[in-house]
């Protein structure tokens, strides 16, 4: 058995963490060197079209497509689609954590008031049935 389980090969899906296209996901086409990688969006599906990428700025996810080294546009986005790799990534913990990120992010001045608001409304709620139920425990 081996120690690792995540390798960076073709077809492997990587979570872009720096540049233009950071907090989204690509697939590794080809492995250029120890350092750098060739990575496709695919872009007819999300928007990153094929580039090289340093190692360093991308992140190894489970998920892996089976795909050859050099794959086609077509055929990485017939795989991408028919695994339904998207909904997968949006199903984990990551992907929910980056999206709550990106939320907190677009919120204005006035939303970030609201939420406040309403988390100091929660907090007398609750605060008043702890009390309540304490004084019924006694």
């Known amino acids: 058995m081996s120690f690792f389980g ?3 090969e ?3 899906i990587v979570l872009i963490t720096f540049g233009k296209y950071a907090d989204q ?3 590794i086409v ?3 060197d120890q350092n750098r990688v060739l990575i496709d969006g695919p872009s007819t599906v999300n928007g990153i079209p094929r580039h090289v990428i340093s190692l360093k700025w991308v992140s190894l996810t489970n998920f892996k497509i089976d795909i050859k080294r050099g794959a086609k546009l077509g055929e990485i986005e017939k795989k991408f689609k028919e695994e339904k790799i998207e909904e997968q990534w949006s ?3 990551l992907a929910k954590k980056l999206k709550l990120k990106d939320m907190r992010a677009k919120m204005t001045d006035f939303d970030r008031f609201k ?3 309403a988390k100091s409304k929660r907090k007398a709620i609750l605060g008043a049935e702890i009390k309540r139920l304490m004084k019924e425990k006694k």
């Open 6 to 8: 995540r390798f960076v």
């Open 10 to 12: 073709a077809g492997r």
């Open 25 to 27: 996901i690509a697939i």
């Open 30 to 32: 080809d492995i250029l």
């Open 91 to 93: 199903k984990t913990s």
């Open 115 to 117: 939420l406040g608001f």
